[in-house]
């Protein structure tokens, strides 16, 4: 004999609430009807449904408060998270289900519902199973909202390097070309915008659920290309085993497919060999990016006109143009004349 319930699973969307809600997967759904028993008296019968009035219930009340704080459910510290990732200790908001209820009450009801979403440490693992690997040892621990300015003696005043990160900074998802010597921190910064991407991924990842699907990449320029070359050789030579390269102009497309916004990182693009066939693929890959409104993060230790005597002016204005194309921006890591922007 059940009355009205008073618990039920609901879909978060149902209880009014906006934003990212609306994005969350239902697990469950409780409103299968149960088996009637045959040998009890009409009065006995339990409804068709237990959860008919359900919509009713969810229709009378405006306002679901949850009866944990939403912090406590969505909130898992960075230290932590690798963790849980690592496997020294269990999850402690799903205990390893991925999954975490949340209770909802009715503020003039007082009818009490449950929701089920995804767990934050699905989205960490994500993150620390696919990006964290990208980011080479010594840059574990960069992060955007915590990089400091420092002084690079002779090349770069801590005034010039705050005035970069905070430009940077206010423009994360942009496109950048980092102009300067070695060792000024281009690398650097980087890598914390690769976490930023790299969290960007994550999250849409786990929001939609599914497969992940790889979207972000960081790679010396030179090494990629000569990916492509091995390809190509070894593809002619032995098609079986030839080892497709880490970003193809396919891979890039198959993101977009999948609903993702692609990321390119590449470091020291000075490095790449001027060969027809790398500077075309090159050209392809940026022009890929570029038309489905990916973030192209390019360093180098020259600048354009060194380029232009090194690859031939048309392919370096191509390519660089196609880099600086809309909202992209030429940093240098220099400190400026008094006349010129901090980011053009
Ligand atoms: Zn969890």
């Known amino acids: 004999m059940s009355p009205e319930p008073s618990l039920s699973f609901v879909p978060r969307a149902c209880l009014g609430l906006t934003g990212q809600a609306k994005y969350h997967r239902w697990l469950q759904y409780k409103m299968q009807a149960p088996v009637p028993n045959p040998l009890a008296g009409p009065e006995d019968s339990t409804p068709a449904n237990p959860d008919a009035n359900l919509l009713a219930i969810l229709e009378a009340e405006p306002t679901w408060t ?30 390893g289900s991925y999954v975490v209820e949340i209770e909802y009450v009715g503020e003039t009801t007082g009818k009490r519902v449950i929701s089920t979403l995804p767990c934050t440490c699905r989205r960490h693992q994500l993150y620390f199973s696919v990006i964290d690997p990208m980011i080479p040892k010594m840059y574990k621990d960069i992060d955007l ?33 980092f102009i300067g010597p070695p060792r000024v921190g281009k690398t650097c910064l980087m890598m914390a915008l690769l976490r930023e991407a790299g969290r960007r991924w994550a999250h849409a990842t786990w929001l939609k659920g599914g497969t992940p699907w790889p979207a972000v990449w960081y790679y010396h320029a030179s090494t990629l290309l000569r990916e492509h070359v091995a390809y190509v050789t070894q593809g002619t030579a032995n098609p079986e085993t030839a080892e497709p390269p880490g970003v193809t102009v396919a ?6 497919r999948n609903g ?25 890959l940026i022009d890929t990016m570029h038309e489905n409104g990916g973030q192209i993060v390019v360093s180098t230790n020259e600048d354009q006109p060194w380029f232009q005597e090194r690859w031939g002016k048309t392919n370096a204005d191509a390519i660089w143009g196609r880099i600086l194309e809309g909202d992209a921006h030429r940093v240098r890591f220099e400190d400026r004349q008094p006349s010129s922007a901090a980011v053009a």
């Open 66 to 95: 949850p009866t944990k704080e939403q912090a406590k459910l969505s909130y898992l510290g960075d230290a932590d998270a690798r963790d849980v990732y690592l496997g020294k200790h269990t999850c402690p908001l799903c205990y």
């Open 145 to 177: 909202s915590t990089l400091k300015p420092m002084e690079f003696p002779d090349l770069l005043s801590v005034e010039r390097h705050a005035e970069i990160i905070e430009a940077v900074k206010a423009r994360k998802k942009d496109s950048f070309i």
């Open 251 to 256: 891979a890039i497309k198959s993101a977009v």
């Open 260 to 284: 993702h916004t692609p990321s390119l990182f590449l470091d020291d693009l000075h490095k790449v060999g001027p060969t027809p066939f790398q500077l075309e693929t090159l050209h392809d």
